[in-house]
């Protein structure tokens, strides 16, 4: 017997027929034994017919009141997974967030989870029934309504898994799981079926959009082991020790360690570089704090040491399309800072080779800057983490670029 | 300064334009320095979206999962109107049943409201807020939603403006008031500008259907001044003194008292008879306790004095959708109740004539039997009470007989 929670998205639980699908997905691991809950997203296209509603109503609405009106399509959902579950013969009871109850903080419309208190679901699991409950929502301190921002039942998922201190969370979605790189690109990308936490995030954050970025930071933080998995499959015929999905776990548990994991891309980086800054301390301060002031989400960060400890370069990326604002909050600051040249490209392509085992592995970036020069490809920028290289190049060469280091790391499909 | 509960049903926000409509009307209000609290359904179409996905989730849903789902229309509704309102530099806030809270039995699908803590709307009324209020739903004692069944919307609004004590209960809606019959039938009817509570009973269950039976029993116990008025008067012009409408009120209240108010009719009513029944005690029980057995919902009941005190005629009438079940569960008890002879006839109407002054005039009843007589149409049944006198005829002569009496009690507009 396990505790293990399951969560679907609004495409899993676009219609009566599909969330049928999903009750039998929650029937079968019933019937294996398990304590299940349930986390359910709105149907698809719901969400957005209730958000152009609140703007229609008013382009400056509350978000409290935004939060009431877009938090009951997952109250629909859940009431009616519990419906169909029961007529299959699954007990189950629906949940919102005040009645269970998952408590976040006052930022409505973006809310951030502060406690979820899961003895109620567990007595319920002890009497053998299963907890449908409506993602995306919480209860603030003003006892109204929260919800948790797009993508929020990821969290809520992870959240409650935590609460409940499940065995694992079983995140069902339209795609069958984490793939070395994104296979529109490269068709030869495979299945991962294990990833760190660490890893996950750094591909979640760069174009693998399998997961919201926050689900994977509090999956870590409580040790939450996440299962990626697809909706689609036949609910019947999945045979539990043996079939498709990425399971997202601590480094730890991974016994294999690839030394590259995954290959993953950002488009649409525009590179601003500053020429001849003087290299005195708090020059990173006097650039970078007004354009956070100005809400620019800076991205890699290149400065060199200088030649004679005078003057400096200094490069790093921005979205395309904060560009402007970033430039003007630099031409305004140009004094203070005192740089004398400042350069800019939009269209740039961010590459990022991933692997929780390059840390400990010399040449993961050399292979990777051979391999590149060896496609003409050329590099304009590097950064490098514990287990990141990034690499900053031009659009027109994205392509060739992911499918070349795809290649050269030995991830390719046989 | 008076306390006002405004009630807009569901073809009144069907839409975000209309809503901004509710929204002037409800500004109107506030501006004349009223403290306001408006009751919202569902927009037109939403509940039966939600009941329809319930249904098709499965026939036989449980009451508490298709209360949760389909609570949420009035959920929308109360969320965007307090958006529109604010919006109009009204301050304004939403609140659901588990909120106010406003309490419930445990009949979830038809539950009855127990208890509503006014305290904190009345606060707010203190700082100048309008309360907006989902209607149809309040809060168990499972801390589950419950609905009050369909049209409870003008329940929660009576109820709310019991709790805090409001000075007058509008009720907005697609017509502009009571009339004296059905203006389909007779063009002639005409506008009632004041009503007795009794009398909207008896008009209410007889078809002029403006409002839900409960809620103008709620009102009469709790002295609650319903006032009934249409929507789509244009929210800015309408002057307070002067506009149409119909006042629900105690008959203290009604200086003036017509002899008759109105004539009512229903449809659809099947006539029974028992021939020769045993005259003896505990007969009507033996007749009428099966029937409420089979919830078969008996309406009128006639029995004459027997002639010699041994055997005796007994008439009802039930829906004509009841009729086979009814005759049924009489055939089965035919030996306990002692009948000889079981007729029945569908399709039969019953006209009513009503009015709290006709229990101190004589002859109104006889007026309308000499009418129905002039006009041709033969009487089958006849039943009175104080404020009513109900007469059971074929189908066929309905609406000659309800133009007949609309004239001759001086009802006709000129």
Redesign the interface.
């Known amino acids: 017997m396990a505790r293990i929670v399951m969560k679907f998205g609004g495409t899993s639980v676009a219609d009566?027929d599909k969330?049928r699908n999903v009750a039998l997905h929650v029937k079968r691991e019933v019937e294996a034994g398990h304590q299940v809950a349930v986390v359910v997203s709105a149907m698809a296209g719901k969400t957005s017919e209730?958000v152009g509603?609140?703007r229609?109503?008013?382009s400056?609405?509350?978000a409290?009141?935004?939060d009431?009106?877009v938090s009951?399509?997952e109250?629909?959902t859940?009431?009616?997974l519990?419906?169909?579950l029961?007529?299959l013969g699954v007990d189950a009871?629906?949940w919102?967030g005040?009645?269970i109850q998952i408590k976040t903080d006052n930022a409505h419309g973006a809310a951030r989870i502060t406690e979820i208190d899961g003895e109620q679901l567990i007595e319920r699991f002890n009497i053998g029934q299963v907890a449908v409950i409506a993602g995306f929502q919480g209860v603030g301190p003003d006892?109204?309504i929260a919800t948790l921002g797009r993508g929020g039942s990821d969290t809520s998922a992870v959240a409650v898994a935590a609460a409940i201190n499940a065995d694992r969370c079983d995140i069902y979605t339209d795609v069958d799981g984490v793939y070395t790189t994104d296979p529109r690109i490269e068709p030869k990308a495979t299945l991962l079926s294990q990833v760190s936490f660490e890893e996950m995030l750094e591909m979640a954050s760069l174009g693998a959009k399998v997961l919201q970025v926050r689900s994977v930071e509090m999956a870590m933080v409580n040790n939450v082991r996440l299962f990626v998995r697809s909706s689609f499959e036949e609910p019947g015929a999945v045979d539990q020790n043996n079939f498709n999905g990425t399971l997202i776990c601590s480094e730890d548990e991974i016994l294999e360690k690839q030394v590259v994991t995954g290959i993953a891309y950002t488009r649409d980086e525009a590179q601003i570089s500053l020429r001849r800054v003087s290299d005195k301390p708090g020059v990173a301060a006097a650039v970078f704090g007004p354009l956070a002031e100005a809400n620019v989400n800076v991205d890699m960060i290149v400065q060199n040491v200088s030649e004679d400890g005078s003057v400096t370069d200094m490069t790093f990326t921005v979205p395309d399309g904060d560009l402007e604002k970033a430039l003007a909050v630099l031409e305004q600051a140009k004094r203070e800072i005192g740089f004398e040249v400042l350069q800019s490209d939009p269209g740039m392509v961010k590459v990022s080779v991933i692997g929780v085992g390059m840390g400990s592995h010399a040449g993961v970036a050399a292979t990777a800057f051979k391999s590149l020069s060896e496609h003409g490809v050329n590099i304009r920028a590097i950064t490098t983490s514990e287990i990141k290289i990034s690499i900053l190049i031009d659009a027109a060469y994205a392509e060739l670029a992911v499918r070349a280091l795809h290649s050269v790391y030995g991830l390719d499909k046989e």
């Open positions: 009566i969330i209730l509603w609140a229609e109503a008013s400056m609405h509350d409290r009141e935004y009431s009106i009951s399509g109250q629909v859940a009431g009616l519990a419906i169909i029961q007529s009871r629906s919102l005040w009645q006892n109204r």
